[in-house]
């Protein structure tokens, strides 16, 4: 089939649209069902955090550096060979006998997402003629958000029926299908290696910027938080970003993250900084909710997945209207109210108790559903309005670093918060299900759990600030012409 014809187009964006939807989709299936997995491996509070987090972590490490990789050998050869990892690391994942070969095999499953995730969005590019691209493109993203959507639902309802283990078995089938077409349907375009620069050292101090920092959230209540171990880590991390930082804006168009996009496009760097803000801020929540749901109200897997399911119902309601009234009224309004509506959510989550009504954190999943589905469209086209079509591929990239970077920032915040009030030794017998530590345990869990609302909530506040900060028209500017600061 010629890449010229329809069908072969349609092929590419389907295939394309499986790994754009895998990916996310299992950053969230995991989140309702946690709470077995700590009880059936017997996991602490700490160690089960790292069960998302390590997922979220690579991704948020690999995902440019295998953009960069894919030019070099191929983006077929890097979305194979990614499908290939994700459903063997999946298939690993079902069979894990410990906690600590579970975020081992979550890495694995993290690296082979980052490879399908990075060169998706290309081959789409590629393939799609200009006067087609916008809509493809529209497609595609959809399928990420479709993804995050599913997750909590898809992962009630296989745990309920066949156990936690379920939510990776399905992976491996719908992999097979998608490396079958891939193998069979997508062509080869030749790469063009001379023109590609592998940027090591940004990869090795991005790296060691982001897991020192999260890795030292994570232990600092059970290590202590003016210990040697942590207080080192805390300081690796800052070097690491300094040093990041310098050596990237060395290296111009070759860094793993463009500086000049940063330096020189306001409206790039504004929207890309409140994206990460906003992931920090509130994707924890269905974490730390899906625990308090089953755990301290006692609802079961599939009520759990149901009141889950209503902040990206909202989210997926809304993201279309906010997508269009942002090509009248730009991104600047609507992007900032909806970070200002999602810190009210969390303020109004942070008042739960060990007996609230269930309508109180069925109100507060919608309240932040509204707020993210005003700012997710107008600021994902904010970003990728602000450059030209041929940095696409690099805004698309940078966007997706934020947005799993804030994940994985989120769950470790709100983790590190949650341990210092209640005590990582008095929840985790909540977490594994311990009966004779539940009513304590409860009571400890949604102190903390309420305080990490609050701290997130100011975090919601800063993107807000960021987000005004992108200027009144920049939204509005066609692109091309970046706003500079």
Known sequence: ??????????????????????????????????????????????????????????????????????????????????????????????????????????????????????????????????????????????????????????????????????????????????????????????????KVRFDLWGLVLFSMTLVSLLVALTLGEEIGWGSTGILALFAASAIGFALFVLTESRKGESALLDPHLFTRNRLFAASNISAFLNYASYFGVTFMISFYLQRVLGLSILETGAVLLIMPVTMAILSPISGRLSDRLGSRALASGGMFIIALGLIWMSSLTVDSPLWHSESGLMLIGIGMGVFSSPNTSAVMGSVDRKKLGIASGTLATMRFSGQATSLAVMGAIVATV????????????????????????????????????????????????????????????????
């Open 422 to 485: 209640a005590g990582s030794a008095s929840i985790s017998g909540l977490f594994i299900g311990d009966p004779s530590s539940v009513i304590i345990g409860a009571e400890d869990f949604v102190r903390g759990m309420d305080l990490a609302f609050l701290v997130s909530a100011l975090i919601a506040v800063l993107g807000g600030i960021t987000s005004l900060a992108r200027g009144r028209a920049a939204a509005l500017e066609p692109p091309g012409r970046p706003n500079r600061l």
């Open 1 to 194: 089939m010629s890449a010229t014809e329809p069908g072969y187009r349609r092929m590419v964006l389907l295939v394309t649209c499986i790994g754009s939807m895998m990916a996310p989709l299992d950053s969230t299936i995991v989140s309702v069902s946690l709470p077995q997995i700590a009880q059936d491996l017997g996991m602490g509070f700490a160690e089960v955090i790292w069960v998302p987090t390590a997922y979220l972590v690579t991704l948020a490490v690999m995902i440019l550096v295998m953009g960069r990789v894919s030019d070099i050998y191929g983006r077929k050869f890097i979305f194979m060979a990614g499908f290939g990892i994700f459903t063997l690391s999946s298939l690993l994942c079902s069979l894990a006998l410990s906690g600590s070969e579970l975020i081992l095999f979550r890495v694995l499953q993290g690296f082979g997402a980052a490879c399908i995730g990075s060169t998706a969005t290309a081959i789409v590019t590629e393939t799609y003629p200009p006067q087609e691209r916008g809509k493809a493109l529209g497609i595609n993203t959809m399928a990420v958000y479709v993804g995050l959507s599913l997750g909590p639902p898809l992962g009630a309802v296989l745990t309920h029926a066949l156990g936690w283990r379920s939510i990776f078995w399905v992976n491996v089938p719908i992999g097979m299908l998608a490396l079958g077409l891939a193998y069979y349907q997508l062509r080869s375009v030749r790469p063009e290696a001379k």
